[in-house]
């Protein structure tokens, strides 16, 4: 995985999106994913470590490697991880299609919102799967921007979000790879595959949804991709402004705003 294979950037802006985006969704995604005191636990792709957090919390006394390819990523997660006083988390640069680890390593591989920025997805969990001992336990999760459904409905705020999903293909990525997991993971030669949707609904009374993922995580990540949408002219400047005015207007009292974000689990 490439520095440059990451569509959303590494900003300062984006950090904070990533966040929120996982302080949001801790129940949905991650109440189900504990590990044993002791296991050792990979963490394939930490990025700026907005995950590494919720697990560390989650299994405190078990012992997590993330590994990130990107060194600025990494100093950013280790930062955040010591400030919050975790001390079960080891840091390590490396490509996740190269990893310094023997077989056997961990009895748990954890991969969140990573295969969707990888031109061969099936390729990387091939490789990590040596690294799990005999009966060990893979996670992965991703979303998937065709999930993405609206009221009031807007033709415009629909082609913004294409023109992510547009980004990604052409930086090499899949937004829509969330639908794939099952044949992504049992291609890869897991068993015991189970894929469970995790189904995002927002409207006026969920307020904390509202705010933290209609308007933090989601809009703020299509609005992140402005500038190269316009430059590529994937859209004219007047439709793009009334669809990302569209997706705010989902969050107002009589919006609705829906996401689904797809589970794997299975065993080596």
């Known amino acids: 995985m490439a ?16 966040s929120d985006q996982a302080q949001t969704l801790t129940t949905l995604l991650h109440d189900d994913t504990r590990y044993p005191p002791g296991s050792r636990v990979l963490e394939a792709g930490c990025g700026i470590g907005a995950q590494t957090l919720i697990l560390a919390r989650n299994s405190p006394d078990a012992l997590i490697t993330s590994v990130d390819i990107s060194a600025e990523s990494l100093k950013r997660a280790e930062e955040m991880i010591r400030k919050d006083g975790i001390r079960n988390v080891t840091f390590r640069q490396g ?12 009895d748990h591989i954890f991969v969140c919102f990573v295969l969707e ?23 992965v999760i991703e979303g998937d921007h065709g999930s993405t459904f609206f009221h009031p409905e807007n033709k415009d705020a ?4 294409q023109c992510l999903v547009d980004l ?10 969330g639908r794939q997991l099952y044949p992504l993971v049992t291609g890869a030669g897991y068993a015991d595959v189970q894929v469970s949707p995790r189904m995002v609904y927002v409207d006026a009374s969920r307020s904390a949804l509202v705010e933290g993922f209609t308007k933090l995580t989601f809009t703020a990540m299509v609005e992140g991709v402005r500038k190269d949408v316009l430059e590529q002219g994937l859209m004219e400047r007047d439709a ?3 669809g990302i005015r569209a997706l705010h207007r989902t969050a107002e009292p009589d919006g609705v705003f829906c996401y689904t974000f797809f589970k794997a689990t299975a065993r080596k």
């Open 240 to 242: 793009w402004e009334r």
């Open 158 to 161: 629909h082609r913004a979000v």
């Open 117 to 139: 920025h990888l031109a061969e997805p099936r390729r990387a969990l091939e490789q990590l799967r040596p690294l799990l001992k005999d009966d060990g336990t893979l996670t």
């Open 95 to 106: 490509d996740i299609f190269r990893l310094p680890f023997e077989k056997g390593s961990f």
């Open 3 to 18: 520095d440059n294979s990451y569509v959303h950037g590494y900003s300062e802006r984006e950090s904070e999106r990533l």
């Open 168 to 177: 990604q293909q052409k930086m090499g990525g899949n937004a829509l790879i």
